[in-house]
């Protein structure tokens, strides 16, 4: 997956079929206000459509077998958050503009979060700040049955890219362990960070 990444200038874009809900209304409420927990091992699947030195990696629903394929959709001013189920073999999230990502958990089966917030978005330090606590207290309350005192082992924060950077968050597992990226397209550059 990184080498396609390194190849192409790579976006992301999630493709509802008629009359499907959007994923983010799968969603059930977090313990702990603006949160929601997506559901686990909700199956999706990917279309690379590619033209030139451009491609866009298409999500879709796949209600059918199980190719791995997992999603983890976002909603203004929430903290978002699903586990990567044992069945699951590549995860995306996005696209970025200004969202925080975090990881955290064991390797074989880590927490995926993707934080926004639009209170203070025009100070990024406080912004972050707003989203990093967010996430931290979600650890706290620990609905996803982590081991107990469990911290952020990866995170992108809207400071570590630039805000013209369109991107999304990938994460692959390799054996039994998950490796997250982040896959970021400038103006003339792209970029494929790893970080987790």
């Known amino acids: 997956v990184c080498s396609f990444m390194r190849q192409y200038r790579v976006q992301l874009a999630y493709m509802g079929g008629p009359g499907q809900q959007a994923p983010i209304d799968d969603c059930a409420a977090g313990p702990l206000p603006n949160t929601k927990a997506f559901p686990e091992g909700t199956n999706f699947k990917m279309e690379v459509q590619s033209a030139g030195t451009a491609a866009t990696i298409m999500i879709t629903r796949n209600p059918g077998r199980d190719m791995g394929v997992r999603y983890l959709p976002w909603q203004p001013d929430y903290c978002t ?116």
């Not at 503009?97 to 934080?115: E, K, M, Q, W």
């Not at 982040?182 to 987790?196: K, M, V, Y």
């Open 81 to 196: 958050y699903t586990r990567m189920d044992n069945a699951a073999t590549i995860a995306f999230t996005g696209p970025l503009t200004g969202c925080n990502i975090y990881v955290a958990g064991p390797r074989d089966s880590p927490v995926l979060f993707h934080t926004n917030s639009n209170t203070s978005a025009d100070d990024a330090a406080a912004n972050n700040l707003a989203k990093r606590t967010i996430t931290l207290n979600m650890l706290g309350q620990n609905p996803m049955g982590l081991p107990a005192n469990t911290l952020i082992g990866g995170q992108l924060e809207r400071a570590t890219y630039s805000g013209n950077f369109l991107g999304f968050v990938f994460g692959e597992k390799n054996a039994n362990d998950w490796k997250f990226y982040f896959n970021g397209l400038g103006a003339g550059i792209s970029t494929l960070r790893r970080i987790f």
